[in-house]
């Protein structure tokens, strides 16, 4: 026993000194610049303020963000003596109407976590949420010509939104860029370290779209700049594909 303490004895010592070392080697002071990867001397630290941040975090459940459920969250996060916690926000409260942003929840989020010491990632519960639309906002699922679903190869409507509707992806894209600009002037502090854009896309019962406009789309030739040789060389294609 006293040999197996030992040794979990020097594992810990190893990792505080790597921790001290990667501080020394990456550190700088006064940096107030935005939270990043990067790479020195072949090694990779995520930079928080100019200092290696080690993220001992957690995620919240997809439908837990609202502030009457934070209480319990941040009683977990306290529990398990966490350092960061994944978030979910929700486009449908952000944006409830056209063009209309609220950053309500955003503001919650940030005041609960500085309050609690915890740096936050957000989520972007957007056009997808485990391939459904279910959190876009709902005077987007009453235009359904223009905001479309996506059709089934036997003409049946699916409970996932279309990739190719290029009115969906404009609103996604506006309100998305809204959340960052109110980010950018709220969070100073850096609280927010990460977001990550989109939840899980993708389609249910379906392995594509099968409306007509994707169905055009799926028989016309494969478009030019994925079969640049550099595209092809990333993905591991011979540069002699042409495309199907």
């Known amino acids: 026993?006293?040999?197996?303490?030992?040794?979990?004895a020097q594992h810990i010592f190893l990792f505080a000194f790597i921790l001290i070392a990667s501080n020394k080697a990456f550190a700088q002071t006064n940096d107030t610049s935005l939270p990043r990867l990067i790479e020195k001397n072949g090694r990779?630290?995520?930079?928080?303020?100019?200092?290696?941040?080690?993220?001992?975090?957690g995620q919240a459940h997809n439908s837990s963000a609202w502030p009457a459920l934070m209480p319990g969250v941040w009683k977990s996060v306290e529990t398990m003596h966490l350092n960061m916690l994944e978030?979910?926000?929700?486009?449908?409260?952000i944006e409830p109407q056209p063009g209309k942003f609220g950053f309500s929840l955003v503001d919650t989020l940030l005041t609960q976590a500085?309050?609690?010491?915890?740096?936050?990632?957000?989520?972007?519960?957007?056009?997808?949420?485990?391939?459904?639309?279910?959190?876009?906002?709902?005077?987007?699922?009453?235009?359904?010509?223009?905001?479309?679903n996506i059709t089934s190869k036997t003409g049946k409507p699916i409970d996932s939104p279309?990739?190719?509707?290029?009115?969906?992806l404009d609103a996604d894209i506006k309100a998305f860029s809204a959340v960052?600009?109110?980010?950018?002037?709220?969070?100073?502090?850096h609280?927010?370290?990460?977001v990550q854009v989109e939840n899980e896309p993708g389609s249910w019962d379906t392995v594509r779209d099968y409306s007509a406009k994707a169905?055009?789309?799926?028989?016309?030739?494969?478009?030019?700049?994925?079969?640049?040789?550099?595209?092809?060389?990333?993905?591991?294609?011979?540069?002699?594909?042409?495309?199907?």
Do not use: C
Not at 121 to 134: A, E, P, R
Not at 180 to 185: E, G, H, S, V
């Open 215 to 244: 169905q055009k789309l799926f028989e016309a030739g494969v478009p030019a700049d994925l079969l640049k040789p550099a595209i092809l060389k990333a993905l591991n294609i011979p540069t002699a594909s042409k495309g199907s």
């Open 114 to 148: 500085r309050q609690h010491n915890v740096k936050l990632i957000l989520l972007w519960f957007g056009t997808w949420k485990n391939g459904s639309n279910h959190y876009m906002p709902e005077w987007m699922k009453h235009d359904a010509e223009k905001y479309p």
């Open 1 to 8: 026993m006293l040999k197996i303490i030992g040794k979990k």
């Open 162 to 168: 279309s990739p190719h509707s290029k009115a969906t």
């Open 87 to 93: 978030v979910p926000i929700y486009w449908e409260q």
């Open 180 to 189: 960052m600009r109110y980010l950018k002037q709220a969070d100073t502090q």
């Open 191 to 194: 609280t927010v370290i990460m």
């Open 44 to 57: 990779h630290a995520f930079l928080v303020d100019g200092k290696p941040f080690l993220i001992l975090g």
